[in-house]
């Protein structure tokens, strides 16, 4: 029988479409996220996901209002998953950490902690970065090279392992009769020394119970697939096509091979954004809405608030808005028509094709009696998404597609607005995905949930340690 997939939350608490705090009822103040935290992690639990999982990024700035207001502002990824690891008994925690400024030694105490405090549920996502302005918080001149950045991670990851560990499972040997607190021999240090890392040890935390606690990474490079590849547990790509997912998966899974590692233990995983209700029109009506509440610049808002919208928001970088209102119907061919000299071909293609994907997720058309209107259009053009718009059955074909296409071997999942939408997923589209035996995974740590086994451990004198509890 298949593997049932790999079902993780991936917690954005203001949602993780642009629009979607904007949403009635939605969750929208990030000064009361500890309360939104812990009930998407209960709603989690009670559904019996795999893993809550938290991203990072190591700057803000005013511009990211308009493009990932997300980003904007949010608790550290350690301190949420340490936060939501006292209201959870089995659900994994998966943390984000930036392995070009963070520190080694630091980062195995605090995951080894995690873990150790939650009986073996931490996970860390292992990310190098992309935004230029974490140098400049981290004291650095500027961000590092890809090529710097990854062999950075690649050393980090080593300096991880040995500092986990640091301790054989049985250096503890606490006997009172005689006085002995350790085995001294099953202590060892790290002794790491890189071009770019470097740290003695040992680390001062216990063994961790899963040894290793499982390793994520999400990138794109080719040396971001290296890495995944030699040393990743789960990778986390980009694909908004299950042929493309395909394709990228049997590369990770051939150079996982390459490596010398079996490729069934490197899993591919993939961010969806399920828009989910009880009927097609009704989550093709949330959809609708949430384009529709995009902030674009039509011309009406005050000039400094104009100036502040990306250029890809701004109705006039693509129409005569003399002639044209940003909530007048599409019409056949009135793309072409409507754009100014110059612009069209760039656009058009576009586009058209944005134009049938917002008819198909909105249940809109053109030119009928429910058009698509030029605000939906640039709405999506803007802020495009990883959209399965449906009900519980559609969700469902959807994970089915892509399990079958061998496209992934899981999903993030990710809800437009919080917590309405993540509770329509675990209420309507959980039982489906379970009925169909698409997930359904179970263990006691999350190596085991996830599939994984024992972590090879760098030091043989330590067999005990893995995982299994
Ligand atoms: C699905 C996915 C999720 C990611 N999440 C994060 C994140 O939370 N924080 C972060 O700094 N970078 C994140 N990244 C960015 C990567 O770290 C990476 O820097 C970026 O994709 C550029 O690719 P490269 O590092 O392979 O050149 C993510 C990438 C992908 C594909």
């Known amino acids: 029988m298949t593997e049932p997939l790999i079902v993780g939350v991936m917690v954005r608490t203001l949602g993780a479409y642009p629009s979607g705090w904007r949403y009635p009822g939605a969750h929208a103040d990030p000064q009361t996220d500890a309360a939104v935290l812990r009930r998407i992690a209960r709603v989690a639990e009670d559904a019996d996901l795999d893993y809550l999982f938290f991203g990072d990024w190591l700057a803000t700035g005013p511009d990211l209002e308009f493009r990932d207001p997300y980003l904007l502002a949010r608790i550290d990824p350690l301190s949420a998953a340490l936060y939501l690891a006292g209201v959870t008994e089995h659900i994994g925690l998966i943390a984000t950490v930036n392995s070009t400024y963070a520190d080694p030694y630091a980062t195995a105490r605090a995951t080894a902690s995690l873990d150790l405090l939650t009986g073996g549920r931490a996970g860390i996502n292992l990310v190098t970065g992309a935004e230029p302005r974490a140098a ?107 042929a493309v997912a395909a394709a990228t998966r049997a590369e990770l899974r051939a150079l996982a091979e390459a490596s010398g590692r079996d490729p069934d233990d ?17 989550a093709r009506a949330i959809v609708d809405r949430l384009l529709l509440l995009v902030p674009i610049d039509d011309g009406a808002s005050d000039h400094a608030r104009r100036t502040a919208f990306p250029q890809n928001r701004s109705l006039t970088s693509f129409l005569d808005v003399a002639e044209i209102g940003p909530d007048d119907p599409m019409r056949e061919a009135s793309i072409d028509d409507a754009v100014p000299p110059g612009t069209a071909g760039r656009f058009a293609e576009a586009a058209a094709q944005t ?41 469902a074909d959807h994970f089915e597609l892509w399990r079958d296409a061998g496209a992934t071997d899981g999903f993030n999942v990710l809800s437009a607005f919080q917590p309405a939408q993540f509770e329509a997923f675990t209420s309507l589209a959980v039982p489906e995905l379970r009925r169909r035996g698409l997930i359904g995974r179970s263990g006691a740590t999350l190596r085991d949930r996830l599939g994984l086994g024992s972590p090879c451990l760098l030091h043989d004198s330590a067999p005990a340690a893995a995982t299994g509890r």
């Open 355 to 395: 134009l049938d994907v917002v008819a198909a997720r909105t249940g809109r058309d053109l030119g009928g009696s429910h058009p698509v209107t030029w605000r939906h259009l640039i709405a999506a053009h803007a802020v495009p998404a990883n959209f399965v718009v449906g009900s519980p059955q559609a969700i």
């Open 136 to 242: 400049a918080n981290h004291g650095r001149d500027a961000h590092a090279d890809n090529e710097t950045r990854y062999d950075r991670a690649g050393e980090f990851v080593r300096a991880l392992r040995l500092l986990w560990e640091s301790w054989d499972a049985d250096a503890w040997i606490a006997d009172t009769a005689t006085g002995v607190l350790i085995d001294a021999d099953r202590l060892r240090p790290a002794a790491f020394a890189g071009t770019q890392v470097r740290v003695e040890g040992p680390l001062n935390v216990a063994r961790p119970p899963q040894a290793h606690p499982p390793i994520v990474h999400a990138g794109t490079s080719p040396r971001s697939r290296a890495l995944a590849a030699a040393e990743a547990d789960l990778a986390l790509i980009a694909a908004g096509d299950p």
């Open 266 to 282: 490197l899993k591919v995983i993939v961010p969806v954004v399920p828009v989910v209700a009880a009927t097609v029109a009704a």
